[in-house]
């Protein structure tokens, strides 16, 4: 039986879970507002037939970024694969390029007319499609897949490479091994990807715009960009946040309870890197293939914009850079603070209580993103006036929204860690804060670097919370390349893109060169 | 009498100036179209301007939620139905009525509620390699034939493409507006995000002819040299085609800083700010005496139908209708 947990523990968990059902108790404000007329509508079968090919894509988008992730995730961690720290940098980036440049990208490169239409269709390669289903499937698995990525990757530098030589020594050989005992101890890793992917197909709305696919987040950006009616787009709301939860519920129901930790004595250490031998080269094409349309690709188009409008450049960056940086990194770590109480009480106390609480980390997030940061104007001005308009206020909404990103990520390490060292260290005379602090967190690094690099990445491009919530004149990289592209000034909208690309890339490396140095053993 | 009027109006005045030093701008528009006026208005007046730029729908629906406890003193939309809508959540107070008279009584709010500062005209942009300007029909009627199939693009989720429907019902009634959309509709338009990504296709001849506003040629233009081929045509006079809808400015009914707001507001309809309108964004000034730029029609000439702007604000049946129809 998992013992009860503290009350100091259970009572941040509270108030973070409070915080993270804001929007959805806005929602619900605004739609006791609704009129008969917008319950009609919310009920008619376009409704549920946009509903359908919204959770159909999705789905096919989380298939297709954890089938991609996972060789690239094993690649850049269990084997001599060269440049492994720099691979794994630039396979995170996609996430920092907000979704409508990634969509213009496309259309750019394999539109009717595009940069690489031409030449590709003379060396006889076929063209991707890039409009309706096949390329929102496209895009949407080449932004999304490193949330699968990360979380592979923390699930694999966590594993105990013991289990793995113990299914070889009993004669399994190296690819059914991998089978049997490699991948079935990720699955909390895969439910975090999952989760993350599958909820934020349903919540995206630049690129499914630009690729011309019909999706349940248009009509709620609708209501907003066109009817100033806040009480149909928060019915529309409400049904999204109730598909939420019965994802949230189907995947508790398939994960299961089993343990992913290891039990056998000593100390957990790293296992002898895989060597690639005459399979290297596929495997470097492999992650070049990957990079060159996910980063190669953007910054291709993005040099080839900023050069046809040569002159029509910006000026200096930096002041938006480091704007960007300190807000997008101050995130990261209140995220990652925040999220350890949830994941904490999810894993070490389960039970109905913990479960409902971490669970609503994720409530917000398969939102609209313009929904969530009117919530919090909400919040802001009415409860809160003092803080309303400064940066707190931005964090906070940075610290909603990309809240269910750290709980994945530490959910999987923790579920690693295995209790008994705590309880070990316990016996040896050392006080809980103190065994926590010393042997609980550092085992669990793998978990906090991936899941501040995935909030780092994406606060990185946030908008629509950035737009409304920061401090009057704070601008940052992301709110730079939307100002110069809502006018259509690509030319201009291309260095500021760039530098943001250039600048996460930095923030990436630098927080996960941690890793190696970090692991204990 | 005087001796003692003016010093006293003087001190009124700069006393004002004081309490309202600073004001708090929320800007529809774009930093790089505008920021350099607000920029002026200081330089001129001392007023401090601080701007929070942001999407014109997103913007309404942050001032809706603020409500009386806003810190916006002057709201600048892109578009009237913005304005419309503010007006029709009370949330806007008058103004003073010499200040909107300057512009056309069809550019403004008929209670002086907002005023407009610019105008932008609905066109039919096409790529000139594959459409001869005399093979362009004279209304938006001619695009429900078939010889358009499959050359279309349009933006149905955007703002200004539905301020258009909304027009075209108001004139002509809701079942002619349906019967253009389902006319167009089995046309197999293409369907954009917005204007900027229709004149990017039509740049790249992914589509022969698309519905967007007058000036988004102009940027892209810049943006890739003259050499782009495309081009604006205006339909006839009279026709829905040729809506002239405006961006606008307003001031908040919470603000406490009404006379610098009204200055700031004047300072957008003078003739320097204007000529900015005219010469860097390509948009129609409103107010007489100042010329639109030369690769434009005049705004005489381009006919735009007779309508109250403000009624573009009633939106919720365009998008019913829109809905209905399968367009959205």
Not at chain 1, 268 to 297: D, E, I, N, Q, Y
Not at chain 1, 339 to 346: F, I, K, M
Not at chain 2, 53 to 64: D, F, I, S
Not at chain 2, 289 to 298: R, W
Request: with cysteine.
């Amino acid at each position: 039986m998992p013992r009860r947990a503290s009350w100091p523990l259970r009572a941040a968990g509270m108030a973070v879970a409070a915080l993270a059902l804001l929007p959805a108790v806005y929602l619900a404000v605004r739609a006791a507002e609704a009129d008969a007329e917008a319950w009609a509508l919310l009920f008619r079968a376009r409704t549920l037939a946009l509903l359908g090919s919204t959770l159909g894509l999705a789905l096919a988008v989380t298939v297709c970024s954890a089938g991609l992730s996972l060789p690239l995730a094993w690649l850049t961690t269990r084997t001599d694969l060269p440049g492994r720290r720099v691979w794994t940098a630039l396979l995170c980036l996609p996430l920092a390029l907000p979704t409508f440049v990634s969509g213009y990208v496309l259309l750019a490169a394999f539109g009717t007319g595009g940069a690489l239409e031409g030449p590709l269709a003379r060396l006889g390669v076929p063209v991707p499609p890039v409009y309706g289903f096949p390329g929102a499937l496209f895009a949407l698995t080449l932004s999304t897949y490193p949330y699968f990525f990360l979380a592979l990757r923390a699930g694999l530098l966590a594993q105990d490479p013991a289990l793995l030589e113990s299914a070889r020594s009993l004669g399994f050989s190296p690819v059914r091994a991998f089978w049997r005992v490699t991948v079935p101890l990720l699955r909390p890793a895969f439910a975090s990807g999952a989760l993350l992917v599958g909820l934020y197909v349903l919540s995206d709305f630049g690129a499914v715009a630009l690729v011309q696919y019909d999706a349940f987040s248009r009509i709620i950006y609708m209501q907003y960009e066109g009817a100033y009616d806040r009480s149909y787009a928060a019915l529309l709301g409400l049904a999204l946040v109730v598909v939420t939860v019965a994802v949230l519920v189907l995947e508790v129901w398939v994960r299961g309870r089993a343990g992913y930790h290891r039990s056998a004595k000593g100390a957990s250490r790293r296992g002898a890197p895989v060597l690639l031998g005459r399979w290297r080269l596929p495997c470097l094409g492999l992650c070049g293939g990957v990079v060159a349309l996910g980063v190669g690709l953007p910054v291709g188009i993005l040099v080839y914009w900023a050069a046809r409008g040569w002159g029509a450049g910006e000026g200096p960056v930096l002041g938006a850079a480091v704007n960007s940086v300190l807000a997008s990194g101050l995130a990261a770590v209140l995220s990652v603070v925040a999220a350890l109480p949830l994941a904490l009480l999810g894993v070490r106390h389960p039970g109905r209580g913990a479960l409902m609480l971490e669970r609503s980390a994720y409530v917000g997030y398969a939102l609209p993103p313009i929904v969530l940061a009117l919530s919090l104007v909400f919040f802001g001005i009415h409860a809160v006036p003092f803080l309303y308009g400064t940066l707190v206020m931005l964090l906070l909404a940075y610290l909603v929204r990309f809240l269910p990103q750290a709980v994945g990520a530490l959910r999987t390490a923790l579920l690693q860690v295995s209790p008994h060292l705590a309880e070990a260290a316990a016996t040896l005379g050392h006080t809980p804060p103190s065994v926590f602090a010393r042997v609980t967190v550092p085992l669990m690094t793998p978990g906090w670097l991936a899941g501040a690099a995935l909030v780092f990445l994406t606060a990185m491009k946030e908008l629509p919370a950035t737009l409304l919530l920061a401090p009057i004149g704070f601008e940052t990289l992301a709110t730079r390349v939307w100002s110069a592209t809502a006018e259509g000034r690509f030319a201009q909208a291309a260095p500021s893109a760039l530098v943001l690309m250039a600048v996460s890339a930095l923030g990436v490396g630098l927080l996960l060169s941690q890793e190696e140095g970090a692991r204990p053993g | 009498m005087s001796r003692l009027l003016l010093p006293l109006i003087a001190l009124l005045l700069t006393s004002a100036v004081h309490a309202a030093e600073t004001l708090t701008v929320y800007s529809g528009r774009n930093e790089r179209l505008v920021g350099p006026l607000y920029k002026a208005f200081t330089a001129k007046t001392g007023i401090e301007v601080k701007v929070r730029y942001g999407e014109t729908p997103q913007l309404v629906a942050t001032l809706m939620e603020e409500g009386a406890k806003s810190p916006a003193d002057v709201f600048v939309a892109q578009d009237a139905g913005a304005l419309g809508a503010l007006a029709k959540a009370q949330l806007l107070q008058p103004l003073p009525k010499a200040q909107v008279e300057k512009v056309d009584a069809r550019f403004r709010s008929p209670e002086a509620l907002w005023v407009g500062l610019s105008g932008r005209a609905r066109v039919v942009a096409y790529n000139t390699a594959k459409v001869k300007p005399e093979q362009l029909p004279t209304g938006i009627q001619g695009f429900t034939e078939p010889a358009w199939k499959g050359r279309i693009g349009w933006a149905p989720t955007n703002g200004s493409f539905q301020a258009f429907v909304t027009a075209l019902r108001l004139m002509k009634g809701d079942a002619a507006a349906k019967k253009w959309l389902e006319g167009v509709k089995a046309n197999a338009p293409r369907t954009y995000k917005n204007n900027a990504a229709i004149v990017e296709a039509l740049g790249r001849g992914e589509i022969d002819v698309g519905f967007v506003n007058h000036y988004y040629l102009y940027a892209a233009k810049k943006d890739q040299g003259e050499a782009l081929p495309v081009a604006n045509h205006f339909l006839a006079a009279g026709d829905p085609g040729t809506l002239v809808n405006v961006s606008g400015a307003a001031v908040l009914k919470s603000s406490k800083k009404a006379e610098a707001a009204q200055q700031l507001i004047a300072f957008l309809l003078d003739t320097q700010a204007q000529q900015h309108f005219a010469q860097e964004t390509f948009e129609y000034p409103l107010v007489p005496g100042v010329a639109a730029a030369s690769a434009l029609p005049a705004l005489s000439k381009v006919g735009s139908p007779d309508l109250d702007l403000s009624k573009l604000e009633d939106l919720k049946g365009t998008l019913r209708l829109l809905q209905e129809t399968g367009v959205l």
